[in-house]
T-cell receptor, first 112, second 114 residues
């Protein structure tokens, strides 16, 4: 089955700096890659996603890049703010299984 | 967008008892729902895929007799933790997808077994 690795597990940045989180996946059939932000005790919230036919997608301060050949994708957050502090998860989904496989998560702390 | 409701949001039960968690898709029909377990400071781990009208598909290492899943209608899946023990204490989350992109999560259930 699919295996998703995520790095780093923790990330501390100064407010205003950029944060980058990287994920790799194993199943070349995966075609959908969402990123979620989860606050303590809450459900994951979709912040951005990318399909396998696209290499990059941007939404204001958040961008995601995908390298299908290398089977890795990354989340970029620019101009970080304290409210960006949370746990971020990458995930991968295949069209056939329709189930999400999550990375291990990255705890992001933005220091004011 | 797709909305999934999950109840209860938290529950405390005694060891040896059973607990039922409900997951409902409010504005769409979900032939498939998913159940995840999340331990503190860890990722969401898929437990099982709930299929309407048929048996659930369990991930490797998940005891199907302990975690009973019923998906009797297109809008409701239930997870019953049977003979709960303290090590079953966790955050349980369900999800359903209306389309490939649109995965909606329930609000989660914090289970504490004492």
């Amino acid at each position: 089955g699919e295996n998703v690795e995520q790095h780093p597990s923790t990330l501390s940045v100064q407010e205003g700096d950029s944060a980058v989180i990287k994920c790799t996946y194993s199943d070349s059939a995966s075609n959908y890659f969402p990123w979620y932000k989860q606050e303590l005790g809450k459900r994951p919230q979709l912040i951005i996603d990318i399909r396998s036919n696209v290499g990059e997608k941007k939404d204001q301060r958040i961008a995601v890049t995908l390298n299908k050949t290398a089977k890795h994708f990354s989340l970029h957050i620019t101009e970080t703010q304290p409210e960006d502090s949370a746990v971020y998860f990458c995930a991968a989904k295949t069209a056939a299984g329709n189930k999400l496989t999550f990375g291990g998560g990255t705890r992001v702390l933005v220091k004011p | 967008g797709a909305v999934v409701s999950q109840h209860p949001s938290w529950v405390i039960c005694k060891s040896g008892t059973s607990v039922k968690i409900e997951c409902r898709s409010l504005d769409f029909q979900a032939t498939t729902m998913f159940w995840y377990r999340q331990f503190p400071k860890q990722s969401l781990m898929l437990m099982a895929t709930s299929n309407e009208g048929s048996k659930a598909t369990y991930e490797q290492g998940v005891e199907k007799d302990k975690f009973l899943i019923n998906h009797a209608s297109l809008t409701l899946s239930t997870l019953t933790v049977t003979s709960a023990h303290p090590e079953d204490s966790s955050f349980y989350i369900c999800s359903a997808s209306r389309q490939v992109k649109e995965t909606a999560f329930g609000s989660g259930t914090r289970l504490t077994v004492v």
